[in-house]
T-cell receptor, first 110, second 110 residues
Framework: SQTIHQWPATLVQPVGSPLSLECTVEGTSNPNLYWYRQAAGRGLQLLFYSVGIGQISSEVPQNLSASRPQDRQFILSSKKLLLSDSGFYLC?????????FGPGTRLLVL | QKEVEQNSGPLSVPEGAIASLNCTYSDRVSQSFFWYRQYSGKSPELIMSIYSNGDKEDGRFTAQLNKASQYVSLLIRDSQPSDSATYLCAVGYNNNDMRFGAGTRLTVKP
C-alpha cells in the first residue's frame, strides 16, 4: 500500500529565515505530487504540483519554490520566510485524479 | 474560473440524525468529485468519490451528484459524535488539477 511522509510535523521559524519541507511517497511510481497550504480556518490553496522528476508547475507567485529531485520526493523551500507564510502545509500524491494527503507540517513564522 | 462553494457552517445535528452537506461548482468540465473529512489539526482524509450522476453509497455515507445543476452532496446517516469534523468538497479535472471548497464544519451532539 502507498504511504506518504512529511517532516517536520511542526516548525517555528523567525521571519527572514529559510525553509525546507520534505515529502516522500512509498509504494507507488511516478505519482503526481502536490503542495497545498491551509491557513487557519481556511480552505486548501494549491501551491505547486509535479507530474514527474524536475517538472514543477506553480499556481501562486510568491516567495516559495518547489523541487522534485527524485520520483517520490517533493521539497518545498523558501529563502526568506514572511509572516504570511504561516499555515498548515500539506503534501499530497495522486494517480488517476484522486489525491491522498500526508500528515502535514504546521509552520509558525514569528 | 474554477470555484467550489460550500456553506461554512457550523452544521449541528443530533446523534442518530442525517447530516446533509452541500457543494456547488462553477466549471461544467469538471470530471470527478470527492468528499474529504478533516479532523481538527489533522490532514484531510478521502471518504467518498463519485464520477457519474446519481447516488453512491458506502456504509453510512451517500454521495449524490447532479451535473446539470452542478451540485454534489454528502449524506451521513445515523450521525455519530465521531463524525464531527470539517468536510471538504473537491472537484477534479482532466489535467490532474483539483479544487477544494473551504469546507463545512459539522458537529454531532450526543
Amino acid at each position: 500500500s502507498q504511504t506518504i511522509h512529511q517532516w517536520p510535523a511542526t516548525l517555528v521559524q523567525p521571519v527572514g529565515s529559510p525553509l525546507s519541507l520534505e515529502c516522500t511517497v512509498e509504494g507507488t511510481s511516478n505519482p503526481n505530487l502536490y503542495w497545498y497550504r491551509q491557513a487557519a480556518g481556511r480552505g486548501l490553496q494549491l501551491l505547486f504540483y509535479s507530474v514527474g522528476i524536475g517538472q514543477i508547475s506553480s499556481e501562486v507567485p510568491q516567495n516559495l519554490s518547489a523541487s522534485r529531485p527524485q520520483d517520490r520526493q517533493f521539497i518545498l523551500s523558501s529563502k526568506k520566510l514572511l509572516l504570511s507564510d504561516s499555515g498548515f502545509y500539506l503534501c499530497a500524491w495522486g494517480l488517476v485524479g484522486t489525491q491522498y494527503f500526508g500528515p502535514g507540517t504546521r509552520l509558525l513564522v514569528l | 474560473q474554477k470555484e467550489v462553494e460550500q456553506n461554512s457552517g457550523p452544521l449541528s445535528v443530533p446523534e442518530g440524525a442525517i447530516a446533509s452537506l452541500n457543494c456547488t461548482y462553477s466549471d461544467r468540465v469538471s470530471q470527478s468529485f470527492f468528499w474529504y473529512r478533516q479532523y481538527s489539526g489533522k490532514s484531510p482524509e478521502l471518504i467518498m468519490s463519485i464520477y457519474s450522476n446519481g447516488d453512491k453509497e458506502d456504509g453510512r455515507f451517500t454521495a449524490q451528484l447532479n451535473k446539470a445543476s452542478q451540485y454534489v452532496s454528502l449524506l451521513i446517516r445515523d450521525s455519530q459524535p465521531s463524525d464531527s469534523a470539517t468536510y471538504l468538497c473537491a472537484v477534479g479535472y482532466n489535467n490532474n488539477d483539483m479544487r477544494f471548497g473551504a469546507g463545512t464544519r459539522l458537529t454531532v451532539k450526543p
